[in-house]
């Protein structure tokens, strides 16, 4: 079912141990107190593993997806690791991570698979995201948040509720713990739970409160207490349980900022679609938004302009890496649209390519993600697909082939 492991490059030897050897000197012939031993020798300094990135690739027609491997230190890659459908996310937690198989997934369809990077072609376990009494309606599962070993959030785009898992469960049956209900913060009970981060004890979800498939309302975000599982009140000065209303539309990123007192949550906005669903233009009621976790105060960082002028395009991707700098993605997204990569200035409220590799400007970005070592990392989709490493400090690049096109990345720790 799972064929071998395509590789890019060849895979390290990796030394196992430190080889000593101890020889001893004969000194019978010595007074015992003219014998010194010698000084023992140094206890090397271990070296410091950075992990695996993790990423979720397709096929340039869609026809097709599966993940690959990089390890950081060697920069090698195992690619095309248990094909399955194009429509995939990763998520690393720990010394693990899980493939989300999307909607349009084919045979992976609706369910969370973990991995280990020791065996990164064969899951520990493949579980459903299914409702029991609607296991024809796809949950469509968007992403799955660790909170503890023991307990994680799985995101269902196309249900009303968030799943509570355990994702050290032997069985499917022990997977499925508990729901949080969300389904009252949208209409048509569906409120396509798109993204979610953890900061302060409490698990922060966006909402995109889609309608057919449109952005016709701006996005929420809610809060869940990790300790009760229960919906924070965003809002204690308004009847019920409120969620954080958000001004732009079609919310899609999440990250804490540095200091850990404030979310920014990156929407790109509404699109209006051509008759076959082939392209879109967009509406321009996106935006990068900082929400403070003190008073939930909600500010404007940078806004994505109208029809008439947009300075980068629409926003397409966020990312931050870990001197705090936040990174942004903008342009014609359309599938094999060009876009750029500009660093933001949230202080001041803009952004800029000046500096920036060439790489990456005027080109397809798929991913962006900060990673270890203070590493930017880019998925590019041009005449060679691949990952572009960008050093956060002297912005010098490495990039590295793909057979297939990248759609995220994440990050394995070493332990």
């Given at each position: 079912m799972y064929p071998s492991r395509g590789r890019s490059a060849p895979l390290p030897i990796h030394a196992s141990g430190l080889l000593a050897a101890l020889l001893l000197a004969a000194c019978s012939e010595l007074p015992r107190a003219a014998t010194q031993a010698p000084d023992p020798a140094p206890t090397p300094t271990p070296i410091a593993t950075a992990g695996n990135a993790v990423v979720a690739t397709r096929a340039a027609d869609f026809s097709s997806g599966a993940h690959a491997l990089v390890d950081l230190d060697t920069l090698a890659v195992e690619q095309n690791l248990a094909p399955v459908g194009s429509d995939l996310s990763v998520r690393?937690?720990?010394?693990?991570?899980?493939?989300?198989?999307?909607?349009?997934?084919?045979?992976a369809a609706n369910t969370i698979a973990r991995f280990s990077p020791d065996a990164p072609e064969l899951p520990q376990y493949t579980y459903s995201t299914q409702d029991a009494a609607k296991p024809d309606e796809g949950s469509n599962p968007y992403d799955i948040v660790e909170v503890a070993p023991d307990k994680a959030y799985v995101l269902r785009y196309g249900a009303g509720s968030l799943w509570v898992v355990n994702p050290q469960a032997q069985s499917e049956g022990g997977f499925l713990q508990a729901e949080i209900d969300l389904s009252a913060f949208d209409g048509d009970g569906v409120p396509e739970m798109a993204a979610a981060t953890v900061a302060a004890g409490r698990a922060y979800v966006l909402l995109q409160r889609l309608q057919f498939?449109?952005?016709?309302?701006?996005?929420?975000?809610?809060?869940?207490?990790?300790?009760?599982?229960?919906?924070?009140?965003?809002?204690?000065?308004?009847?019920?349980?409120?969620?954080?209303?958000?001004?732009?539309?079609?919310?899609?990123?999440?990250?804490?900022?540095?200091?850990?007192?404030?979310?920014?949550?990156?929407?790109?906005?509404?699109?209006?679609f051509n008759d076959d669903f082939t392209a879109f233009t967009p509406r321009y009621d996106g935006a990068l938004l900082r929400v403070d976790l003190a008073d939930h105060g909600v500010?404007?960082?940078?806004?994505?302009?109208?029809?008439?002028?947009?300075?980068?395009g629409q926003?397409?991707?966020?990312?931050?890496?870990?001197?705090?700098?936040?990174?942004?993605?903008?342009?014609?997204?359309?599938?094999?649209?060009?876009?750029?990569?500009?660093?933001?200035?949230?202080?001041?409220?803009?952004?800029?390519?000046?500096?920036?590799?060439a790489q990456s400007q005027n080109t397809e970005i798929t991913a962006a993600n900060g990673g270890p070592r203070?590493?930017?990392?880019?998925?590019?989709?041009?005449?060679?697909?691949?990952?572009?490493?960008?050093?956060?400090?002297t912005l010098s690049t490495r990039f590295l082939p793909l057979e297939l096109v990248p759609l995220n990345i994440d990050f394995v720790s070493a332990d």
């Amino acid at each position: 079912m799972y064929p071998s492991r395509g590789r890019s490059a060849p895979l390290p030897i990796h030394a196992s141990g430190l080889l000593a050897a101890l020889l001893l000197a004969a000194c019978s012939e010595l007074p015992r107190a003219a014998t010194q031993a010698p000084d023992p020798a140094p206890t090397p300094t271990p070296i410091a593993t950075a992990g695996n990135a993790v990423v979720a690739t397709r096929a340039a027609d869609f026809s097709s997806g599966a993940h690959a491997l990089v390890d950081l230190d060697t920069l090698a890659v195992e690619q095309n690791l248990a094909p399955v459908g194009s429509d995939l996310s990763v998520r690393a937690a720990g010394g693990h991570f899980y493939r989300v198989g999307r909607l349009f997934a084919g045979n992976a369809a609706n369910t969370i698979a973990r991995f280990s990077p020791d065996a990164p072609e064969l899951p520990q376990y493949t579980y459903s995201t299914q409702d029991a009494a609607k296991p024809d309606e796809g949950s469509n599962p968007y992403d799955i948040v660790e909170v503890a070993p023991d307990k994680a959030y799985v995101l269902r785009y196309g249900a009303g509720s968030l799943w509570v898992v355990n994702p050290q469960a032997q069985s499917e049956g022990g997977f499925l713990q508990a729901e949080i209900d969300l389904s009252a913060f949208d209409g048509d009970g569906v409120p396509e739970m798109a993204a979610a981060t953890v900061a302060a004890g409490r698990a922060y979800v966006l909402l995109q409160r889609l309608q057919f498939f449109d952005a016709t309302q701006d996005s929420q975000l809610v809060a869940i207490d990790i300790a009760s599982d229960t919906l924070v009140d965003l809002d204690p000065d308004a009847p019920g349980v409120n969620s954080i209303e958000l001004p732009a539309r079609n919310a899609s990123e999440i990250v804490v900022a540095e200091g850990g007192d404030a979310l920014y949550v990156l929407a790109v906005g509404g699109r209006d679609f051509n008759d076959d669903f082939t392209a879109f233009t967009p509406r321009y009621d996106g935006a990068l938004l900082r929400v403070d976790l003190a008073d939930h105060g909600v500010t404007t960082v940078l806004d994505d302009g109208t029809p008439q002028n947009a300075p980068y395009g629409q926003f397409a991707d966020m990312a931050q890496t870990a001197d705090g700098t936040l990174w942004l993605v903008a342009g014609d997204p359309n599938a094999g649209g060009s876009n750029s990569l500009y660093r933001v200035d949230a202080q001041a409220g803009t952004a800029s390519a000046e500096g920036l590799p060439a790489q990456s400007q005027n080109t397809e970005i798929t991913a962006a993600n900060g990673g270890p070592r203070g590493a930017l990392w880019l998925g590019l989709n041009a005449a060679q697909p691949g990952l572009l490493r960008v050093d956060g400090d002297t912005l010098s690049t490495r990039f590295l082939p793909l057979e297939l096109v990248p759609l995220n990345i994440d990050f394995v720790s070493a332990d």
